[in-house]
């Protein structure tokens, strides 16, 4: 994975989610908002602090 900036990759798969969430619920939705939804999510199954 040489050469791949890996903040640029997490950035692409936020909008590529944001994307889905657009089309599925009809809304947009900012990247801070993407994120805590995910964040929320992945809380519910991985504890974390």
Excluded: C, H
Excluded at 24 to 38: F, K, M, P, Q, W
């Amino acid at each position: 994975m040489a050469g791949i900036d890996i903040a640029e990759e997490n950035l692409r798969s936020l909008k590529a989610i944001q994307n889905v969430i657009e089309v599925e619920e009809g809304r947009e939705t900012s990247l801070d908002e993407v994120l805590t939804r995910i964040l929320a999510f992945y809380r519910r199954f991985v504890p974390y602090n």
